[in-house]
């Protein structure tokens, strides 16, 4: 139980474009999910907390403009990065909280995506 | 602000050997401690939680309020725990996010 995936598990765009990553969870509802990015052999950073129906929350420091989210359902949030560039490759990871299961602040992890701008 | 530290980027034991993952924090007020493990080509997940008290694959982690510290150990490591191991925290006043610390690679060697 409480499983998050993400699609998709990797992608390559040319600079410029927008890329869509979607985070799902499969057996519960998630009301907050959140979305992180991780360098090689770096630790997760927070971007974002993404809430079911209202305005993503963004870290200090994170483009809201350039990082789109959207969390219009309680089992789907997803990533826009908008006009892509080669430093915005890297990984991008999802979490989800799931009130019925866990510690109220447990996250279940998706198993990320790939990100590569070229 | 809340800050995770974990002091080691790597750690290599021998496999039956002790093994201590060190993990301090700074938060003003009551946090809650995680540890996550990520083993190699899969995704982030949950190895403990300070709340619960319990072992889990053999590894314990008792907060020291006083040291404020959440270490993670093992007395006797085997190969398959080889892994990245991040120390998380969370609390009241920061809306359910986790800060992670920067990770320890752990390799447990034959």
């Known amino acids: 139980g409480a499983v998050v995936s993400q699609h998709p598990s990797w992608v390559i765009c040319k600079s410029g474009t927008s890329v869509k990553i979607e985070c799902r969870s499969l057996?519960?509802?998630?009301?907050?999910m959140f979305w992180y990015r991780q360098f090689p052999k770096q630790s997760l950073m927070l971007m974002a907390t993404s809430n079911e129906g209202s305005k993503a929350t963004y870290e200090q420091g994170v483009e809201k403009d350039k990082f789109l989210i959207n969390h219009a359902s309680l089992t789907l949030s997803t990533l826009t990065v908008t006009s892509a560039h080669p430093e915005d490759s890297s990984f991008y990871i999802c979490?989800?909280?799931?009130?019925?299961?866990?510690?109220?602040?447990?996250?279940?992890f998706g198993p990320g995506t790939r990100l590569t701008v070229l | 602000a809340q800050r995770v530290t974990q002091p080691e980027k790597l750690l290599s034991v021998f496999k039956g050997a002790p093994v201590e993952l060190k993990c301090n924090y700074s938060?003003?007020?009551?946090?809650?401690l995680f540890w996550y493990v990520q083993y190699s080509r899969q995704r982030l997940q949950l190895l403990l939680r300070h709340i619960s008290r319990e072992s889990i694959k053999g590894f314990t982690a008792d907060l020291n309020k006083g040291e404020t510290s959440f270490h993670l150990k093992k007395p006797f490591a085997q190969e398959e725990d080889s892994a990245m191991y991040y120390c998380a925290l969370s609390g009241p006043t920061s809306g359910s996010r986790l800060t992670f610390g920067e990770g320890t690679q752990l390799t447990v060697n034959p």
């Open positions: 938060y003003s007020g009551s946090p809650e």
């Open positions: 979490s989800a909280r799931d009130l019925q299961r866990g510690s109220y602040n447990e996250q279940f």
């Open positions: 057996d519960f509802q998630a009301t907050t």
